[in-house]
């Protein structure tokens, strides 16, 4: 069976500092990636898909980026924090099925970023 | 472009009560998927259904109902007998089945649901 893996669990970072997040998938090959950010009692934003090793998209321009440096690995980066970057930071993935379809998304346990 | 809205921001009922959480969606296509997700306190976004549009066939699954309605670009979704476990952020979504690999899921802005025991 298929398994998703998102550290850390919870992260507390000043303003300004460096931020890495990583996603892992387990069981799937050539899976769709993503990542999402959910600002407290709020819905969620979608920030990067991935389709392939080294195909980013991106949803909303910011002082984030992503990668995905493996087939099932992505991460999510920046080089200086805001306090604005707050929230909790899901990674889904996604089948290809035959006939490009997207099917439902299979999420993460998140990773909870609170910076000050 | 789509777009998926959840008029009920909060919810509560008391335990046993039967509940519905609506969900309206918008799209220009004829092909497209609809979700439910529940998101418990832990956070993690737990997937519940999937329907397609061909299929307007009401889904039972337990305690759990779904009603897809294209006349009126509905997909409401009804707990009976609610338990207290049942309190959660629900999370309604549409995709398009566009081309391969340009897919994405748009999410209402959810519904929480407290249950009163």
């Known amino acids: 069976s298929q398994t998703i893996h998102q550290w850390p669990a919870t992260l507390v970072q000043p303003v300004g500092s460096p931020l890495s997040l990583e996603c892992t998938v387990e069981g799937t090959s050539n899976p769709n990636l993503y990542w999402y950010r959910q600002a407290a009692g709020r819905g969620l934003q979608l920030l990067f898909y991935?389709?392939?090793?080294?195909?980013i998209s991106s949803e909303v321009p910011q002082n984030l980026s992503a990668s995905r440096p493996q087939d099932r690995q992505f991460i999510l980066s920046s080089k200086k924090l805001l306090l604005s970057d707050s929230g909790f930071y899901l990674c889904a993935w996604s089948p290809l099925p035959p006939g490009g379809a997207l099917y439902e998304q299979y999420f993460g346990p998140g990773t909870r970023l609170t910076v000050t | 472009a789509q777009k998926v809205t959840q008029a009920q921001t909060e919810i509560s009922v008391v335990e046993k009560e039967d509940v519905t959480l609506d969900c309206v969606y918008e799209?220009?296509?004829?092909?497209?998927?609809l979700f439910w997700y529940k998101q418990p306190p832990s956070g993690e976004l737990v997937f519940l259904i999937r329907?397609?549009?061909?299929?307007?066939q009401n889904e039972i699954s337990g305690r759990y109902s779904w009603n897809f309605q294209k006349s009126t670009s509905s997909f409401n979704f009804t707990i009976t007998a609610s338990q207290v476990v049942d309190s959660a952020v629900y999370f309604c979504a549409l995709s398009e089945a566009g081309g391969f690999g340009n897919e994405k899921l748009t999410f209402g802005t959810g519904t929480r649901l407290t249950i009163i025991p």
């Open positions: 329907r397609n549009s061909f299929d307007e």
């Open positions: 799209t220009r296509d004829t092909t497209y998927y």
């Open positions: 991935s389709v392939g090793i080294g195909q």
